[in-house]
């Protein structure tokens, strides 16, 4: 069974910085592309990061770009999002998402979600 668990979400002031992660069980995670997306209230899901399944490429969204890193521990099957200079329109749900291509089939997973919540 595939478990994605977040953690690290909180309450910080903008300026601050916050670093969350997802722990990944039940697959073979260095075969995993991963990334992070987020939800605000009444709003849609949007992309945040990716990170290939070896780490050597990243990508990020416009609006996080220079601010966020996305990185992973393949030995430790952890991702993680390091958050800085943080503002109150990066409050949302952030989830971590696991994919990956076999036999011509897209398999995705998807991590409950942790809360940041960045105040002004």
């Known amino acids: 069974q595939v478990r994605l668990v977040e953690s690290g979400g909180g309450l910080v002031q903008a300026g601050g910085s916050l670093r969350v992660s997802c722990a990944a069980s039940?697959?073979?995670?260095?075969?995993?592309?991963m990334a992070w997306f987020r939800q605000a209230p009444g709003k849609e899901r949007e992309f945040v990061a990716t990170?290939?399944?070896?780490?050597?490429?990243?990508y990020y969204a416009d609006s996080v770009k220079g601010r966020f890193t996305i990185s992973r521990d393949n030995v430790k099957n952890t991702m993680f999002l390091q958050m800085n200079s943080l503002k109150p329109e990066d409050t949302a749900v952030y989830y971590c998402?696991?994919?990956?291509?076999?036999?011509?089939?897209?398999?995705?997973?998807w991590g409950q979600g942790t809360q940041v919540t960045v105040s002004s």
């Open positions: 990170i290939s399944w070896t780490g050597g490429s990243t």
């Open positions: 039940g697959l073979t995670f260095g075969t995993y592309a």
């Open positions: 998402n696991a994919r990956t291509m076999a036999m011509g089939t897209i398999r995705a997973y």
